[in-house]
């Protein structure tokens, strides 16, 4: 209708979208991190209140460190949540991250089946329990994915003398998750981190059989992607999360998440 009512209601419309008046669009931040952070419900359960204090929306894509740290390298991140130290470092020294910072831990442990056809339970050693899943011909899921979980588990084969192959070693090339249901119906052995883990008992009729190795210890960092390499990351945004994340309301916002009464990430916030 070209009525005069309709006309100024136009000029008003117009002249607040000149001068910036209109609806506001809310600030985003492209958070990636680990399918494990996201399969436990970590994510979702840290990043409720700086969603509700900051008015800051997180879209968080969940996937392997390794994937993480290349949609990093794209620009297609603002910040990663990663576990695969070697892989992190690689990452700020290349130039593509900056300002690292140490933000929880959890660790891995050995899962499988209850009758343990390797008699592997109550090893203290995960690589002599590859090695021993390795000679009885047990299946075995691997990761398949290069994420931290997979580069671990590499490397705990690499010292059993690499990993089996044929038929029983399945490269799932998936998630934490969709692996051990496939570990469950498959009746197969797996490196799980514990976080995963617990979300996941209830639903999977596997034991934890292999657990409490240093060399299990699973740390977690947290960088922010380089807007030197990327113009168009949302900087600003980035570091306030990551500064809410490390401070001691997101630090205890990690050691309060529990499953079941257990702790699945602990704080470690202490520096670079």
């Given at each position: 209708?070209?009525?005069?009512?309709?006309?100024?209601?136009?000029?008003?419309?117009?002249?607040?979208?000149?001068?910036?008046?209109?609806?506001?669009?809310?600030?985003?931040?492209?958070?990636?991190?680990?399918?494990?952070?996201?399969?436990?419900?970590?994510?979702?359960?840290?990043?409720?209140?700086?969603?509700?204090?900051?008015?800051?929306?997180?879209?968080?894509?969940?996937?392997?460190?390794?994937?993480?740290?290349?949609?990093?390298?794209?620009?297609?991140?603002?910040?990663?949540?990663?576990?695969?130290?070697?892989n992190e470092?690689?990452?700020?020294?290349?130039?593509?991250?900056?300002e690292r910072?140490?933000?929880?831990?959890?660790?891995?442990?050995?899962?499988?089946?209850?009758?343990?056809?390797?008699?592997?339970?109550?090893?203290?050693?995960p690589a002599?329990?590859?090695?021993?899943?390795?000679?009885?011909?047990?299946?075995?899921?691997?990761?398949?994915?290069?994420?931290?979980?997979?580069?671990?588990?590499?490397?705990?084969?690499?010292?059993?003398?690499?990993?089996?192959?044929?038929?029983?070693?399945?490269?799932?090339?998936?998630?934490?998750?969709?692996?051990?249901?496939?570990?469950?119906?498959?009746?197969?052995?797996?490196?799980?981190?514990?976080?995963?883990?617990?979300?996941?008992?209830?639903?999977?009729?596997?034991?934890?059989?292999?657990?409490?190795?240093?060399?299990?210890?699973?740390?977690?960092?947290?960088?922010?992607?380089?807007?030197?390499?990327?113009?168009?990351?949302?900087?600003?945004?980035?570091?306030?999360?990551?500064?809410?994340?490390?401070?001691?309301?997101?630090?205890?916002?990690?050691?309060?998440?529990?499953?079941?009464?257990?702790?699945?990430?602990?704080?470690?916030?202490?520096?670079?």
């Open positions: 209708m070209n009525t005069p009512a309709c006309k100024a209601l136009l000029a008003v419309v117009l002249a607040l979208l000149a001068t910036g008046c209109g609806p506001k669009v809310p600030e985003r931040v492209r958070l990636v991190t680990t399918t494990s952070t996201d399969d436990s419900g970590l994510s979702t359960f840290l990043l409720e209140p700086f969603q509700e204090e900051t008015g800051i929306q997180v879209q968080v894509v969940a996937v392997g460190s390794g994937q993480a740290l290349e949609l990093g390298r794209r620009g297609d991140a603002d910040l990663v949540l990663v576990h695969a130290r070697k470092d690689e990452f700020v020294a290349q130039g593509w991250g900056i910072r140490d933000i929880m831990w959890n660790d891995f442990l050995v899962a499988g089946p209850k009758s343990d056809p390797a008699a592997v339970r109550g090893l203290a050693s002599e329990a590859f090695g021993k899943i390795k000679a009885s011909g047990a299946t075995f899921v691997s990761r398949g994915d290069e994420s931290g979980t997979h580069v671990r588990e590499k490397a705990i084969w690499a010292e059993a003398g690499g990993p089996p192959t044929g038929p029983g070693y399945i490269d799932a090339g998936q998630g934490m998750g969709p692996c051990l249901l496939l570990a469950n119906q498959r009746q197969a052995y797996i490196l799980a981190d514990r976080g995963t883990w617990l979300a996941y008992a209830s639903r999977v009729g596997l034991d934890v059989l292999v657990e409490g190795d240093p060399a299990l210890r699973n740390p977690y960092g947290i960088i922010l992607v380089n807007p030197e390499k990327h113009p168009d990351v949302n900087a600003s945004g980035a570091r306030k999360l990551r500064d809410w994340l490390v401070s001691p309301a997101g630090q205890a916002r990690i050691g309060a998440f529990q499953i079941g009464g257990q702790v699945l990430f602990h704080p470690a916030a202490t520096g670079t």
